[in-house]
């Protein structure tokens, strides 16, 4: 059974910047592509970002661009969500999800993570003055 556990949520001053981590146990860490989707009171879940199996591919949702990264230390079976610039609406639970095909696929889709096939159980970020 996969056990995701991510950390690292809090409250921040807009333009402050976090960093989520992700924590992967239970099956090879390679075999998952992973991803972070985020859930704000009120609206639907938005897929954040995803990384490969390998780190060779990332990509981001459009409102996160240029503020976010996210990267994997394999020796550590841990994702990490560099988030600066933080703005009010990115406020929101942020999960951790992972999705079993990592050894079939080069590429992922953010948009898609939400609908991986394992998440965590969410951390708070709340960006307020």
């Known amino acids: 059974q996969l056990q995701i556990v991510e950390s690292g949520g809090g409250l921040v001053q807009p333009g402050g910047s976090l960093r989520l981590s992700c924590v992967v146990s239970?099956?090879?860490?390679?075999?998952?592509?992973i991803g972070w989707f985020r859930q704000a009171p009120g609206k639907e879940r938005e897929g954040v970002s995803c990384i490969t199996n390998t780190g060779r591919y990332t990509q981001y949702t459009d409102s996160v661009k240029g503020r976010f990264t996210i990267s994997r230390d394999d020796a550590k079976n841990t994702v990490y969500l560099e988030m600066n610039s933080l703005k009010p609406e990115d406020t929101a639970v942020y999960y951790c999800a992972a999705d079993s095909q990592g050894l079939t696929y080069n590429f992922c889709s953010a948009e898609a993570a939400p609908s991986y096939d394992y998440r965590g159980q969410g951390t708070q970020v709340t960006v307020s003055s």
């Open positions: 239970g099956s090879p860490f390679d075999f998952y592509i």
